[in-house]
């Protein structure tokens, strides 16, 4: 089997392009734990996980980015959030789910949506573009041809043991590897780059989910780009972290108000929150829920225990 839990990024020597592969193994297993997703969903969630990773790992930034699609079909929504750092988490929500992999079907048309949130708000990018194909991986080729993005593909699989993916970016002229020049001696011209961008994707067309499950790094790249010079770097880990705490879900209740709080507190006897992501339950008693309404207790969140 491929390395678990890793994204490893490569590059091509002698044109402008970029790629990355990533294997998720126990994360996936940690993320799935405590859901029990139909096939189609389950799957179709490990793609958008795995295209999360690759694309976080493209860009330089210090915050979040989230892919989400949402719809009105059977799998109305279905969130991936990664951190710079390459923590992620993911859940979906559906209902009477069909037999199809079709996310136009499984969403009922609906849109895709790419948030990165970099420290403050002005550093926020969001594009939101429709389905444009069957598979995440389509839909976010249409998404990149339809974007001022980078000229970006990725090809993603995903089961119940575990994720994975390619993805091959071309860089900017100014961004060619050392030596590479736009013509002369020793470099190569802009028509040798088209077609070499094109000769790449064909080949990555070939992968099979089977090989991008079971061959290593090496073995997988030497087997697509034997006759270009690609060089590897480390792997760096990825892993399920969800960002879930006490004092997010004292905000939330918080912004419910007392009297919708205290309505549960009167039937039930306490307020029980669990993560949608990780399934972890937080509760409030009725001391609890008088220190969240206590005066400056949103200023002083340390006070909820």
Request: charged share 25%; glycine share 8%; aromatic share 8%.
């Amino acid at each position: 089997m491929a390395q678990a839990d890793t994204l490893r990024r490569f590059l091509f020597e002698r044109y402008p392009f970029r790629g990355q592969l990533v294997h998720l193994g126990p994360a996936w297993a940690a993320m799935m734990e405590h859901h029990d997703y139909p096939p189609q969903v389950r799957d179709s969630l490990g793609e958008a996980v795995v295209a999360a990773a690759l694309l976080s790992s493209t860009l330089k930034y210090d915050g979040l980015l989230s892919l989400q699609l949402r719809g009105e079909g059977p799998m109305h929504l279905m969130l991936v959030e990664c951190t710079d750092g390459l923590a992620m988490r993911a859940v979906a929500r559906f209902r009477d789910v069909p037999d199809s992999r079709d996310l136009r079907v499984l969403s009922g048309n609906g849109t895709l949506t790419v948030t990165v949130e970099s420290g403050n708000a002005a550093n926020r990018y969001q594009g939101i573009v429709p389905l444009a194909g069957a598979s995440m991986s389509d839909c976010l080729r249409a998404y990149f041809e339809h974007s001022e993005q980078l000229p970006t593909r990725l090809w993603l699989r995903a089961d119940a043991e575990s994720a994975s993916g390619l993805l091959l970016q071309r860089l900017p002229v100014t961004a060619r590897p050392q030596g590479v020049t736009e013509s002369g001696a020793g470099g190569v011209t802009d028509e040798e780059i088209e077609d070499a961008w094109r000769r790449v994707q064909l080949v990555a067309d070939t992968v099979t989910a089977d090989e991008l499950a079971r061959l290593e790094d090496r073995e997988l790249l030497r087997r697509l780009f034997a006759e270009d010079d690609v060089r590897m770097f480390q792997s760096a880990p990825v892993f399920f972290r969800c960002r879930c705490s006490r004092e997010r879900v004292g905000t939330m209740l918080r912004a419910l108000g007392r009297e919708e709080v205290d309505s549960v507190l009167e039937e039930f006897g306490q307020v029980e929150v669990r993560c949608e992501f990780c399934s972890r339950a937080y509760r409030f008693d009725a001391v609890d829920a008088t220190a969240l309404f206590a005066p400056g207790a949103e200023a002083h969140r340390g006070g909820v225990h």
